[in-house]
Antibody, heavy 120, light 110 residues
Framework: QLQLQESGPGLVKPSETLSVTCTVSGGSISSSSSYYWGWIRQPPGKGLEWIGTIYYSGSTYYNPSLTSRLTISVDTSKNQFSLRLSSVTAADTAVYYC???????????WGQGTLVTVSS | EIVLTQSPGTLSLSPGERATLSCRASQSVSSTYLAWYQQKPGQAPRLVIYSASNRATGIPDRFSGSGSGTDFTLTISRLEPEDFAVYYCQQFGTSPPMYTFGQGTKLEIK
């Protein structure tokens, strides 16, 4: 059974960089050409926002509203992919989810999410 | 960017009743790229329907999806207590390539 697990700092100061890593178990991140890996976030009490998606080769595409601050990377040797968001503000406070993106552009496996709070 | 608008915002029904949730897109969406998710408090979203009408693994057959173009519907034929949750629709668009979610419909017990 495929499992995804996010790990993050919990608390980040304004203007600093937020980093979250997703560890995939129960399957290889590079085992199938059909799957991409994505990040989605959810501010407390609000809806879902797609952040970006990466292929195991390193190919990425990002939400245009976050592109200037965002880097998503993959480490196939560790079966992980990561998110870095720079110059954070309180508006970046959210639960950050990692997920697997299936063939027809749906997200079928999700991590449990990690809450990242931006505050001084 | 395609905007998805879900209605109603909140739907109050009783177990055993039929639920009809709507997702309307600001421009035409490929049915192949339209999905629905269920989210319960404190949990990650769970895929319910993909490609507009295909049930995800483990989803009971009381859930069904339909629609095309700009109008899509998630129907739950006979509500069970575990179905009360927030439901989101999601689409993938190619210009620019990005995913968007609707704002959600909260299905609550009446």
């Amino acid at each position: 059974q495929l499992q995804l697990q996010e790990s993050g700092p919990g608390l980040v100061k304004p203007s600093e960089t937020l980093s979250v890593t997703c560890t995939v178990s129960g399957g290889s991140i590079s085992s199938s050409s059909s799957y991409y890996w994505g990040w989605i976030r959810q501010p407390p009490g609000k809806g879902l926002e797609w952040i970006g998606t990466i292929y195991y080769s390193g190919s990425t595409y990002y939400n245009p509203s976050l592109t200037s601050r965002l880097t998503i990377s993959v480490d196939t040797s560790k079966n992980q992919f990561s998110l870095r968001l720079s110059s954070v503000t309180a508006a970046d406070t959210a639960v950050y989810y990692c997920a697997r993106r299936g063939v027809t552009r749906y997200f079928d496996y999700w991590g449990q999410g990690t809450l990242v709070t931006v505050s001084s | 960017e395609i905007v998805l608008t879900q209605s109603p915002g909140t739907l109050s029904l009783s177990p055993g009743e039929r639920a009809t949730l709507s997702c309307r897109a600001s421009q035409s969406v490929s049915s192949t790229y339209l999905a629905w998710y269920q989210q319960k408090p404190g949990q990650a979203p769970r895929l319910v329907i993909y490609s507009a009408s295909n049930r995800a693994t483990g989803i009971p057959d009381r859930f069904s999806g339909s629609g095309s173009g700009t109008d899509f519907t998630l129907t739950i034929s006979r509500l069970e207590p575990e179905d009360f949750a927030v439901y989101y629709c999601q689409q993938f668009g190619t210009s620019p390539p990005m995913y968007t979610f609707g704002q959600g419909t909260k299905l609550e017990i009446k």
